[in-house]
């Protein structure tokens, strides 16, 4: 019997919750202290942004260092609608959110084209443009910004005390945390990480890994936005010294000092650079020494923040629920029989990279349920070959037709759409996820329920994922590592690695599963066990292109193989055919077969 | 030059850790002390004026305590930083009445005291300005009042001097781009304009700010006979060392800000001419001051920073003298209510650095001292009144 | 206020004035350049060289060229703990671009405090005047500071320039910027190429705090304001050009210098932040196209 909504919150969850509820309805009661009442609040809308900025940086791997500016933008809004539009704060406060989300929407749009230290600049420069202009314009107050802001009103009538405000952030800041925690746990939140552990395997899954930047950046300024709001009506004053980028860079250290892309982290970070300075208030100058020296040991002794480091310890580990057994489903098997199983032809194939031709003229037709080998000695095209099919390049001229339609030139994350994915020379898996959940983002095009569902955990969406996970727990059996399920998809042996590749490309219900040097660093009992996966994939009726220089492993699987040389096809046919054709031998060996060999 | 840095700073930590401890030293003694809140930047770039300004009141608390104290009760000066940074104000206000529970506080800085106000009308608590001369000052709420005169009393003395005497007509201001500099520039165009000058430049620059040529340039171009520039001790003499190096000759005047020995320490012959505003009066005036700047010489090694404002810091205590022995007498505890009854009640209040005090409702106007740099000593120029 | 000689005026300080930014600009590139490091300790260093030339020529008496020298050392010797003790922790744990970052700003943040404990927080300038002597050229003010800028920006870039082009050690920067691992394989040790960039950033960090330090006032947390600068004129230069960078932070500075004819002075950062927003975004060097390694074989 599932609840409609938080429907798998366990009954530790609720508990949890409920403490939480208590302790932040007790604290000011208990403390009775106007000023630290006031540190609580701040504590209590700072971590609401750092839970924000670390869905950016913890989960999606973006970094931005300007969120102050995100942080004002919510702050004056809500401040001059309040002071100069008469707005009340219950109107003011989700109009300031919006405008947040929006503005980091609009920032988000271009700047997440650029990447890494490119990305970070943009949102720095960010974050100096509105600090600047808050400063500068007058309608933001100029230099002195906006005085008597008033508080939220009770409906009778009167303004909120500082308790009544504590209990206000306090308990949104529970409930932003119980979100986060929902998208944490599901579709979404993995989606993010996988982003994280590799965008371009993220693109051959079907995920349209732009969008889904941008969301992660919509929402940590949704969340920048709300705190905020909170900010400008604690104290009745705000003006632009507040959001400078050493706030940006405080709210950063939070995050990652906690712990960045855990679910408390925040917290922990939040904790403790706001309650050090007011602990520590009374040692003036050797406040600093020490609130730096935290930071800094913290940093260099503990990279993965406080409860990143804590859940290394196998003590803690011992101490986390051990998830349950899942039962497989094999009917994930028999729908990749059942699936579509179209001819897919490359026609008359180019790409040139400036004055050098790639590929020139190719034409293969992959005829559906086989496994169609590609050979060629280095530099003949084959990368270029695969790449071009999955999308992450353009063709030059010519097409790729699947069933007839015209797929050539779709992003990789249209390709795998039209049901083309692949496997990775060097291994692209998402490193931080589990084994099974690595299999999971592989079923994205195949989920239904979408970020609103999962935000507030429907019963509907948590029965897709249940259903989803026995799946993958059979994909896993398929490929032979079932029992390495919950285990990190960074640890598994190279082989083992693999073949959580292709089970996760298998996830897809491809209609042609490419496959880029499986055999690469492959170990002899390994190689054995992947021969023996291709067999059984072709058995299941999934058509694959298998890319390779093991010459035993491509002649023994392969149906048809075709040969590249200076990215011409060159010969074509079974194996014998193959290995008997002169030119084959003379673009491998350099010149007719004379007992000559290269190096 | 010897650096006071340390000792002084060790003096301020271990006095403020002592005020903080001080209820509990004190309950040996017979009577519970008196504490007197004072939010002044501690650290930062204002530190040099702001930790001189607590000295200033704690030499002031010493000398109350021993002639008897307040109502027989020893005084104690509570000093927390606010940086001159409107948040760290905010958050020392909170603290003084939070935690310490103080029915009024002392504070400056006019960015400071505008982001306080809110706080101390809220809870009805007595901000009293000490040092900020932003003339918005005077309309921030029942209870923010001001001991010291707001710009609208130096500055339109000074632009009305420097036409009517000093027969300038093109004058140039140039300005800090915060809450020092927006309002008190604009008083100096309003009263140099009535008094039938010009104002040939008018320019802001950034608080941050470290190179002028360009605003100096298009001041330059505009051919002024006055240069007013309205700062602070970080920007004000770079301001004026940009425009000697440039060729600019023009005679500079400023506000209480650049009366300070360091200020002809960095600008040596360019300091000449240099016009500032006082507010207290000065040696001259005052037999009090000379044993007092000899005293403060022993004591922390160096000449005060900033005297004129010093002088008023340590008349605070004794104004908060008359208002709580105001109320002693008619045996009314003091909050914050009753203190801004007490002092408007007593309205004039005699003071030993400064002179007298009238407290006009939300102002207070008190005699202008021009000086002014010759042969590298700030000597007297005008009295103004 | 299109007078020639008001415009050359405007040119010349402009220039002058740009030039301590120009030299920390061309020690952060290049520190950029080699490491592969955003370094934010930079400006913790900035303050060790200003207060080691302040104590030295304020509290001890010493003259300026002692002074001068022992801020280099003391630099030095920050920079390589730093490296040593830091970053090749950092390096070799693999940890993350953001770690980097946090930790060389909050190891700044953190020599600063330490400063700010010793040295207090007024504004200090090194020599008690801010005033140099000023002669009139063609009508344009120069003083003695404008030329020492100028000379030792030029100066310096020219000796990094036949540095790196001419010497051993400045032709293994280049190797190692390009590909550490590489550089390896040919005995170019990458970590002493490391110690040799800390000690020319050092260099040309001495030289601008000198230059900013005579000139004006400087409050411990002076300095991590100046190297956001150095990042501005990094990011337009382009990662990996350290004259680039220095010339776009001439640039940059002659841009907000002139812009006072037109824009009222409180716009102006406002215009190059804009500026640089814009620029990041149009060059995009973040999209990286996979390399296309193609094996020439000869004669076919």
């Known amino acids: 019997m599932r609840l409609p909504l938080l429907a798998a919150t366990g009954p530790m969850g609720w508990l949890g919750i409920v403490a939480a509820a208590l302790t932040v309805y007790a604290l000011p009661l208990v403390l009775d202290d106007a000023f630290f009442i006031l540190v609580m609040q701040s504590l209590a809308y700072l971590y609401i942004v750092a839970i924000g900025i670390d869905i950016l940086v913890g989960w999606t791997g973006q970094i931005s260092i300007g969120h102050a500016g995100l942080y004002a933008v919510g702050a004056y809004t809500s401040a001059l609608l309040t002071t100069k539009a008469g707005f009340?704060?219950?109107?003011?406060?989700?109009?300031?959110?919006?405008?947040?989300?929006?503005?980091?929407?609009?920032?988000?749009?271009?700047?997440?084209?650029?990447?890494?230290?490119?990305?970070?600049?943009?949102?720095?420069?960010?974050?100096?443009?509105?600090?600047?202009?808050?400063?500068?314009?007058?309608?933001?107050?100029?230099?002195?910004?906006?005085?008597?802001?008033?508080?939220?009103?009770?409906?009778?009538?009167?303004?909120?005390?500082?308790?009544?405000?504590?209990?206000?952030?306090?308990?949104?800041?529970?409930?932003?945390?119980?979100?986060?925690?929902?998208?944490?746990?599901?579709?979404?939140?993995?989606?993010?990480?996988?982003?994280?552990?590799?965008?371009?395997?993220?693109?051959?899954?079907?995920?349209?890994?732009?969008?889904?930047?941008?969301?992660?950046?919509?929402?940590?300024?949704?969340?920048?936005?709300?705190?905020?709001?909170?900010?400008?009506?604690?104290?009745?004053?705000?003006?632009?010294?507040?959001?400078?980028?050493?706030?940006?860079?405080?709210?950063?250290?939070?995050?990652?000092?906690?712990?960045?892309?855990?679910?408390?982290?925040?917290?922990?970070?939040?904790?403790?650079?706001?309650?050090?300075?007011?602990?520590?208030?009374?040692?003036?100058?050797?406040?600093?020494?020490?609130?730096?020296?935290?930071?800094?040991?913290?940093?260099?002794?503990?990279?993965?923040?406080?409860?990143?480091?804590?859940?290394?310890?196998?003590?803690?580990?011992?101490?986390?629920?051990?998830?349950?057994?899942?039962?497989?489903?094999?009917?994930?098997?028999?729908?990749?029989?059942?699936?579509?199983?179209?001819?897919?032809?490359?026609?008359?194939?180019?790409?040139?990279?400036?004055?050098?031709?790639?590929?020139?003229?190719?034409?293969?037709?992959?005829?559906?349920?086989?496994?169609?080998?590609?050979?060629?000695?280095?530099?003949?095209?084959?990368?270029?070959?695969?790449?071009?099919?999955?999308?992450?390049?353009?063709?030059?001229?010519?097409?790729?037709?699947?069933?007839?339609?015209?797929?050539?030139?779709?992003?990789?994350?249209?390709?795998?759409?039209?049901?083309?994915?692949?496997?990775?020379?060097?291994?692209?898996?998402?490193?931080?996820?589990?084994?099974?959940?690595?299999?999971?983002?592989?079923?994205?095009?195949?989920?239904?329920?979408g970020f609103l569902s999962h935000l507030f955990q429907t019963a509907g969406a948590v029965a897709e994922e249940e259903r989803y996970r026995r799946r993958a727990m059979a994909l896993l059996e398929f490929v032979g590592i079932a029992d390495r399920a919950e285990d990190l998809a960074q640890n598994l042996s190279y082989g083992e690695q693999r073949r959580l590749e292709i089970a996760r490309g298998l996830a897809t219900k491809p209609k042609l599963l490419l496959l880029d040097e499986p055999a690469a660093g492959v170990n002899p009992t390994e190689l054995h066990y992947l021969a023996d996966v291709i067999g059984r994939i072709k058995a299941a009726g999934v058509t694959q292109v298998v890319i390779e220089h093991h010459m035993e492993l491509i002649m023994g699987i392969s149906d048809t193989i075709s040969v590249l040389d200076f990215g011409q096809k060159i010969a074509e046919g079974t194996a014998t055919e193959v290995r008997a054709n002169p030119k084959v031998i003379e673009a491998y060996l350099g010149a007719p077969a004379e007992g000559e060999t290269h190096g | 030059m010897t650096n006071i840095v340390l000792p002084r700073r060790q003096l301020l930590a271990a006095t403020a850790l002592t005020a903080l401890a001080a209820p509990a030293i004190v309950r040996a003694q017979s009577k519970e002390p008196i504490r007197l809140g004072t939010a002044m930047p501690l650290t930062g770039s204002q530190a040099g004026y702001g930790a001189d300004f607590v000295t200033g009141m704690r030499m002031a608390a010493k000398d109350v305590t021993e002639a008897g104290g307040i109502a027989g009760r020893p005084v104690e000066i509570l000093a927390l930083d606010t940086q001159a940074d409107p948040q760290l104000g905010i958050n020392a206000v909170n603290r003084f009445i939070g935690v310490e529970k103080l029915p009024m506080y002392f504070v400056a800085w006019s960015p400071v005291v505008k982001a306080v106000a809110p706080i101390s009308n809220r809870e009805k608590v007595l901000a009293i300005n000490t040092g900020a001369n932003?003339?918005?000052?005077?309309?921030?709420?029942?209870?923010?009042?001001?001991?010291?005169?707001?710009?609208?009393?130096?500055?339109?003395?000074?632009?009305?001097?420097?036409?009517?005497?000093?027969?300038?007509?093109?004058?140039?201001?140039?300005?800090?781009?915060?809450?020092?500099?927006?309002?008190?520039?604009?008083?100096?165009?309003?009263?140099?304009?009535?008094?039938?000058?010009?104002?040939?430049?008018?320019?802001?620059?950034?608080?941050?700010?470290?190179?002028?040529?360009?605003?100096?340039?298009?001041?330059?171009?505009?051919?002024?006979?006055?240069?007013?520039?309205?700062?602070?001790?970080?920007?004000?003499?770079?301001?004026?060392?940009?425009?000697?190096?440039?060729?600019?000759?023009?005679?500079?005047?400023?506000?209480?800000?650049?009366?300070?020995?360091?200020?002809?320490?960095?600008?040596?012959?360019?300091?000449?001419?240099?016009?500032?505003?006082?507010?207290?009066?000065?040696?001259?005036?005052?037999?009090?001051?000379?044993?007092?700047?000899?005293?403060?010489?022993k004591e922390a090694g160096r000449a005060p920073n900033g005297l004129p404002y010093i002088q008023y810091q340590y008349d605070m205590v004794l104004m908060a003298k008359a208002m709580y022995e105001y109320l002693d007498k008619k045996g009314i505890a003091a909050t914050g209510e009753s203190l801004r009854e007490a002092l408007l009640a007593v309205k004039t209040f005699e003071l030993p650095m400064t002179g007298q005090m009238v407290v006009d409702g939300h102002r207070v106007d008190k005699p202008v001292y021009l000086l002014t740099v010759e042969k590298g000593q700030f000597v007297p120029l005008a009295t103004l009144s | 206020m299109y007078d020639p000689i008001i415009l050359a005026q405007i040119f010349w300080t402009g220039l002058a004035s740009a030039s301590p930014h120009v030299l920390m600009t061309v020690g952060f590139a290049l520190t950029l350049k080699v490491t592969g490091l955003w370094n934010f300790a930079q400006a913790g260093f900035m303050a060790v060289a200003f207060y080691t030339m302040y104590m030295a020529l304020n509290w001890l008496g010493l003259p300026i060229a002692v002074a001068v020298l022992l801020a280099i050392g003391t630099t030095v010797a920050a920079s390589l703990a730093t490296e040593a003790y830091g970053l090749q922790v950092l390096r070799e744990r693999q940890s993350g671009n953001l770690t980097f970052f946090i930790f060389t700003l909050i190891l700044s943040e953190f020599l600063i405090y330490v400063i700010t404990l010793i040295f207090g927080t007024e504004p200090q300038t090194l020599f008690k005047s801010i005033l140099s002597p000023v002669q009139i050229i063609g009508g344009v003010a120069v003083s003695d500071w404008d030329m020492l800028g100028v000379g030792l920006m030029i100066g310096g870039m020219f000796a990094l320039w036949l540095f790196m082009t001419f010497t051993r050690d400045g032709q293994f920067l280049t190797a190692v910027a390009d590909n550490a691992k590489l550089a390896e394989l040919y005995g170019i040790s990458a970590r002493r190429s490391y110690r040799v960039t800390a000690v020319i950033a050092s260099l040309f960090i001495v030289a601008s705090m000198y230059l900013i330090g005579s000139h004006g006032g400087i409050v411990p947390n002076t300095p991590l304001e100046l190297v956001l600068s150095a990042v501005l004129g990094t990011l337009l230069g382009g990662i990996g050009r350290v004259f680039a960078a220095g010339a776009a932070s001439i640039f940059l500075a002659l841009i907000q210098s002139f812009s006072i004819l037109f824009l009222a002075s409180r716009w102006q950062n406002l215009l190059l932040y804009g500026f640089l927003f814009v620029a990041i975004l149009l060059f995009p060097r973040g999209v990286r196209l996979p390399k296309f390694r193609f094996a020439l074989l000869a004669g076919r």
């Open chain 1, 88 to 449: 009340s704060f219950w109107a003011s406060a989700p109009l300031g959110v919006v405008a947040a989300g929006i503005a980091g929407g609009l920032l988000a749009l271009p700047s997440l084209r650029a990447k890494g230290p490119y990305l970070a600049m943009v949102t720095l420069a960010f974050g100096f443009m509105v600090e600047v202009t808050a400063n500068r314009w007058d309608f933001t107050g100029g230099p002195m910004g906006i005085m008597s802001i008033p508080g939220p009103r009770l409906p009778s009538g009167e303004e909120m005390d500082g308790t009544e405000y504590f209990w206000l952030i306090g308990g949104t800041a529970i409930v932003v945390q119980v979100l986060t925690a929902n998208l944490y746990r599901s579709r979404i939140g993995r989606t993010l990480f996988a982003l994280q552990g590799s965008e371009v395997a993220a693109e051959t899954v079907g995920i349209n890994v732009y969008a889904w930047k941008v969301l992660a950046f919509v929402l940590s300024s949704v969340c920048a936005g709300l705190g905020g709001v909170f900010f400008a009506h604690q104290n009745g004053f705000i003006n632009s010294d507040t959001f400078v980028f050493g706030l940006s860079v405080q709210l950063l250290t939070s995050a990652l000092m906690g712990g960045s892309g855990t679910l408390f982290g925040p917290l922990v970070g939040s904790v403790i650079l706001n309650l050090l300075p007011t602990i520590f208030a009374h040692l003036h100058e050797y406040q600093l020494y020490i609130y730096g020296g935290i930071i800094l040991v913290t940093i260099v002794f503990m990279p993965r923040g406080i409860v990143g480091s804590l859940l290394q310890l196998n003590v803690v580990r011992g101490l986390l629920p051990k998830p349950a057994a899942i039962a497989p489903d094999p009917s994930v098997i028999a729908e990749l029989r059942e699936g579509a199983r179209p001819t897919v032809t490359v026609r008359d194939l180019s790409k040139h990279f400036g004055g050098i031709r790639a590929l020139n003229n190719v034409d293969i037709s992959i005829k559906p349920g086989t496994v169609h080998g590609l050979i060629g000695p280095n530099g003949s095209g084959k990368s270029t070959f695969v790449n071009v099919v999955t999308g992450i390049y353009k063709p030059t001229s010519g097409e790729v037709e699947v069933a007839g339609k015209q797929v050539g030139g779709s992003s990789p994350h249209g390709m795998a759409r039209s049901g083309i994915t692949r496997t990775f020379q060097s291994i692209r898996l998402f490193g931080d996820l589990s084994v099974l959940n690595n299999v999971m983002v592989g079923f994205h095009l195949q989920l239904r329920y």
């Open chain 2, 134 to 297: 932003a003339p918005e000052i005077a309309h921030l709420g029942d209870y923010v009042y001001t001991a010291f005169p707001l710009a609208d009393v130096d500055i339109s003395k000074l632009a009305t001097y420097s036409v009517k005497t000093l027969g300038k007509k093109r004058a140039a201001v140039l300005y800090i781009n915060n809450d020092t500099g927006i309002d008190a520039a604009k008083i100096y165009r309003e009263f140099f304009t009535a008094a039938g000058g010009q104002i040939v430049a008018f320019e802001a620059y950034d608080p941050k700010a470290t190179e002028f040529t360009g605003m100096l340039l298009k001041t330059r171009a505009a051919n002024p006979d006055m240069v007013h520039i309205h700062g602070l001790l970080t920007d004000v003499p770079q301001v004026i060392a940009q425009m000697r190096q440039l060729g600019m000759t023009q005679r500079v005047s400023t506000y209480s800000v650049a009366y300070n020995p360091k200020i002809l320490e960095q600008l040596g012959a360019a300091a000449e001419g240099l016009i500032v505003t006082s507010l207290a009066p000065g040696v001259a005036e005052n037999p009090r001051l000379t044993p007092f700047i000899e005293r403060w010489k």
